[in-house]
């Protein structure tokens, strides 16, 4: 008799479970894929007149060839002088927008409203598609049938090198070798490269788009303090420093977003930075 009870209870169990169980998938909540959050559009929009300029300008172009004209006169005025120092001469350029033109990668940053990333620039520079800048090829060629040594010191990092060295052959410069091509390791300052270089050559020419290319003195300053550093080093630059154009990035830039007030935007401060006239109603 107890037998038989407990057969009942069980089916009777059985019989409420599958009755139960439909309504519990059909109403039970499903958790669903958690969406992404839409990437926000970056702040870029303020660098298409610079980029345009460094595409579309005849100026822009006029700069590069006075530039390394420059150079040419500097270089050959040194080649002439007699020097004590014995140690054999040396051309030390910056690459990015000194003597190769990266403006397609700041321009599709630009059109996909998307921020500078390590990873879309290392995928930019082992494409090796960058062109040389004008009177780049023509000029690092000069020196080097001259017998004065080009160096080329980047702060493109250590992994970027293969890419490097592969656009720097194809666009036509001269002695790349991993001698001459010297990349970011540890630190991102350049003097210790160019200390190391100096070493056993004397450097007669230093050609960047940054201040931070030429010297030690100019790095991470503010912008009055890097103004000042111009000042004090003014009969460097057409001599020993020879400058580039490069309005789209660098260190001039970051140095107006120094020390932002708590919930002030980059475009506040680029506004509030401009010195601009206001006519009189």
């Not at 008799?1 to 309504?23: D, E, H, Q, S, Y």
């Not at 100096?198 to 030690?216: C, K, P, T």
């Not at 490069?246 to 708590?262: C, F, H, K, V």
Request: charged share 25%; net charge positive; proline share 5%.
């Amino acid at each position: 008799m107890r037998t038989a009870t407990r057969v009942r209870l069980r089916a009777g169990w059985l019989c409420t479970f599958a009755f139960i169980l439909p309504a519990l998938i059909t109403f039970a909540p499903v958790a669903s894929a958690q969406e992404p959050k839409p990437v926000p559009a970056a702040d870029n929009e303020y660098q298409v007149g610079a980029i345009l300029w460094a595409q579309s300008s005849g100026e822009v172009r006029a700069l590069y060839y006075q530039a390394y004209k420059l150079a040419r006169m500097m270089l050959d005025q040194d080649l002439k002088t007699k020097h004590k120092d014995k140690r054999k001469r040396a051309v030390v350029v910056d690459v990015d927008e000194t003597i190769l033109d990266n403006s397609p990668f700041q321009a599709g940053l630009v059109k996909a409203r998307k921020e500078y990333s390590q990873k879309d620039w290392a995928a930019w520079t082992s494409a090796a598609q960058a062109a040389a800048l004008p009177g780049a090829v023509e000029f690092l060629r000069y020196a080097d049938a001259k017998g004065v040594r080009v160096f080329y010191i980047t702060n493109r990092k250590v992994e970027e090198k293969e890419g490097t060295a592969k656009n720097l052959k194809q666009a036509g410069f001269p002695n790349v070798t991993d001698e001459t091509l010297l990349l970011r390791t540890d630190v991102s300052s350049k003097e210790p490269r160019r200390q190391k270089v100096a070493e056993q050559y004397r450097i007669v020419l230093l050609m960047g788009d940054n201040l931070n290319d030429f010297s030690d003195v100019f790095e991470k300053k503010t912008v009055a303090e890097r103004l000042a550093a111009v000042e004090q080093n003014k009969d460097q630059f057409g001599t020993h420093f020879i400058m580039l154009p490069n309005a789209m990035y660098g260190d001039w830039e970051s140095a107006i977003y120094n020390n932002l007030a708590p919930g002030e935007t980059r475009d506040q401060r680029r506004k509030g930075t401009l010195k601009a006239f206001t006519p009189q109603p």
